[in-house]
């Protein structure tokens, strides 16, 4: 069992804009993102399955060509190796869960 306050996460930024503190069990990652208004994530795939839950602020996400407008309670289910990317309209809280471990984010 791991038991951990979020606040105590050192955090890291992934991309210009885009910082996380991220909670790693055998199966999955959780990343809290804090993202400042106006960052793009640029178009990219994963092999991880990702679901993408919109907590405050408002996201714009983009997946195979199709852009969505994300607000607070918006969740998105992403499949592994589909094309997305993103761009903050304001300041966002994010709450991703990926499956598999995010590797790349340890």
């Known amino acids: 069992m791991l038991v951990k306050n979020v606040d105590d996460i050192k955090g890291k930024e992934i ?3 885009f910082h996380g503190k991220f909670i790693h069990s055998e199966n999955m990652t959780v990343a809290y993102w804090d993202i400042t208004a106006g960052s793009p994530l640029p178009e990219h795939t994963h092999h991880h399955e990702q679901v993408v ?3 405050e602020g408002t996201l714009e996400l983009t ?3 199709e852009t969505h407008v994300l607000r607070s309670g918006s969740v998105v289910v992403l ?3 589909v094309p ?3 761009k903050a309209v304001t300041n966002c809280k994010v709450i991703d869960v990926f499956h598999p471990v995010r590797e790349d984010y340890q």
Do not use: Q
Request: aromatic share 0%; glycine share 20%.
């Open 53 to 55: 839950n919109v907590i």
């Open 15 to 17: 991309v210009p804009g």
């Open 79 to 81: 499949p592994p190796h």
């Open 84 to 86: 997305h990317s993103g």
């Open 63 to 65: 997946v195979e060509g």
